[in-house]
Structure formats: C-alpha cells, structure tokens
Nanobody, 130 residues
Framework: QVQLAESGGGSVQAGGSLRLSCAVS????????MAWFRQIPGKEREGVAV???????AYAESVKGRFTISMDSAKNTLYLQMNSLKPEDTAMYYC????????????????????????WGQGTQVTVSS
C-alpha cells in the first residue's frame, strides 16, 4: 500500500523559510513524477513544483527563485524548501507521486495540473503572516 506523509508545515512571518517533507512508502516505481501542490479553501488546487526521476524540474511562476523541490532517494523522501515566504503562500500543501508520463511544465502552469495523480498525501498547513 502506497503511503505519503507530509510534515514540516507551520506558521512563519513573511520572509521566513520552511522545509516541507513527504515520506513515501510502499511505492514500487523507480521512475516517477513527484510534485507539490497547494490549495486555499474555495479555490482549485494548484501545482507549485514538480520533478521527474531524471532530475528535471518545473516551478510555478509565483514561486520561481524562492522554492526548491528535491528528492532523497535513500530516504524515499521528497522535499520542498520554501524561502522568502509571502502571505500569499499561505495554503494547505500536498505532495503527490505518479509514474505515468506527463508534461511537467503543464503540471505547474495549467488549472488541470493537479488532476490525474494516483497517490496523495494528507496535506500540511503553511501559514505566512505579514
């Protein structure tokens, strides 16, 4: 059974940093897409950052230069380093994994980017105060 468990969320002031973690267990695929999404109540879930096993990455325009997605294969853990946080980054953050081919730029640039992902974590809340 595939399980994803996010951690690392919390409350910070604007300009601060957080690192989110997503521990993945029971996942049988060596080559896979991994992503972070976020959602504000009443709004669609949006792609924040995505990467493929080969190291290729894509970021939403709103987080480029501030957020970094990475993977520690030895620990089966996906990370999202978030620096220079802004109040508009406040959201519930979710990690997701899926082995099926996709355009990673579209994951973070289209409203449908969050659709068709097999496995999701339960989410971790990030709150940034001004």
């Amino acid at each position: 059974q595939v399980q994803l468990a996010e951690s690392g969320g919390g409350s910070v002031q604007a300009g601060g940093s957080l690192r989110l973690s997503c521990a993945v267990s029971g996942y049988p695929h060596m080559n896979t897409y991994m992503a972070w999404f976020r959602q504000i109540p009443g709004k669609e879930r949006e792609g924040v950052a995505v990467m493929y096993t080969d190291g290729s990455t894509a970021y939403a325009e709103s987080v480029k230069g501030r957020f970094t997605i990475s993977m520690d294969s030895a620990k089966n853990t996906l990370y999202l380093q978030m620096n220079s946080l802004k109040p508009e980054d406040t959201a519930m953050y979710y990690c997701a994994v899926d082995p099926r081919p996709r355009n990673i730029e579209r994951v973070v640039s289209t409203p449908e980017g969050w659709l068709d992902w097999y496995h999701w974590g339960q989410g971790t809340q990030v709150t940034v105060s001004s």
